[in-house]
């Protein structure tokens, strides 16, 4: 079989998708990338997720609302003159902000540095998401580089995706904060799915012991399911990447980090087209604060 033979299936599945997205009340699946504690590796999860997603033949946009500890921009080895501060401001809108990104994704830059951008007021909430909602008609998929810990502008944007993917690496404390991060949605309601991606893993039966170690405490004190959605191996060439700002799933994609986050790519996109919930993304963020 040709590259090109084998490429075939994975361009239609990406066309069918995309029918798919329009005809269901033509909005984008949208899937927060979140942890209880910084330090676990989120941000650059988020950003070679998005790229293998796009790599699928679907249209992405990385959205980084860690808001004021923004980081995607750097991780991309991207200089954007404009970010969503200045969205907030007024001086720019959405679409003026948004850059093209490697590896064929579109990233809407966060703020980096400003208290201001921190701590928003509901109201600057809802003036952001209501420019934010103009993206949904121009996408398949949203990805939201979402904040760590478990503060109000973490959790708004978190509760309100389709999917909520918690990142942890297997050490206790971080097991622990990814469960609180787990236990906020499930007082909130969350009615999407939630998954685990444990990164700096040594082997698959590591990652495999932690995830059920945070599946069965969440079952049993919170009745709440948390999917299996991967685990990342500890790989030097995550590293060198990040050295040299540049997605590790470009710069080396025959290694074992590009291996483990492409599964997880595969299991995204077979949830996307079923896992929609009605009225859209941005639509149901500004109901937290009405």
């Not at 444990?198 to 932690?210: G, L, T």
Request: with cysteine; aromatic share 4%; charged share 20%.
């Amino acid at each position: 079989m040709t590259q090109q033979t084998a490429d075939i299936p994975r361009a239609d599945q990406a066309t069918r998708l995309r029918s798919l997205a329009r005809h269901r009340a033509r909005r984008a699946w949208t899937l927060a990338v979140t942890s209880g504690k910084g330090g676990v590796g989120k941000t650059n999860i988020a950003v070679n997720l998005s790229i293998c997603l796009a790599a699928r033949g679907l249209r992405v946009t990385l959205v980084d609302v860690d808001m004021g500890l923004a980081n995607a921009d750097l991780l991309m080895n991207l200089r954007t003159r404009y970010t969503l501060a200045h969205v907030l401001s007024g001086v720019r809108t959405v679409s003026e902000i948004v850059t093209p990104a490697p590896g064929g994704v579109k990233l809407v830059p966060g703020a980096s540095g400003l208290e201001q951008v921190a701590n928003l007021s509901d109201f600057e909430r809802q003036s952001l998401i209501a420019g934010l909602r103009r993206l949904e008609h121009s996408t398949d998929i949203v990805v939201l580089d979402c904040g760590a810990g478990i503060s109000r502008n973490v959790t708004a944007f978190a509760s309100s995706a389709d999917e909520v993917l918690v990142v942890t690496t297997p050490e206790p404390t971080a097991l622990a904060d990814a469960y609180a991060m787990i236990k906020v949605l499930n007082r909130d309601s969350y009615p999407g799915q939630v998954g685990l991606f444990v990164n700096m893993v040594e082997s698959r039966a590591q990652a495999r012991a932690a995830y059920r170690r945070l599946a069965e405490v969440a079952t049993r004190f919170l009745n709440c399911p948390v999917a299996d959605r991967g685990y990342m191996l500890h790989d030097t060439c995550v590293e060198q990447a990040v050295q040299h700002r540049c997605p590790f799933v470009i710069r080396s994609p025959g290694c074992n980090a590009a291996a483990c986050i492409a599964a997880t790519a595969a299991q995204v996109v077979r949830m996307s087209p079923t896992a929609q919930r009605g009225g859209g993304f941005f639509q149901r963020v500004v109901g937290l604060f009405v």
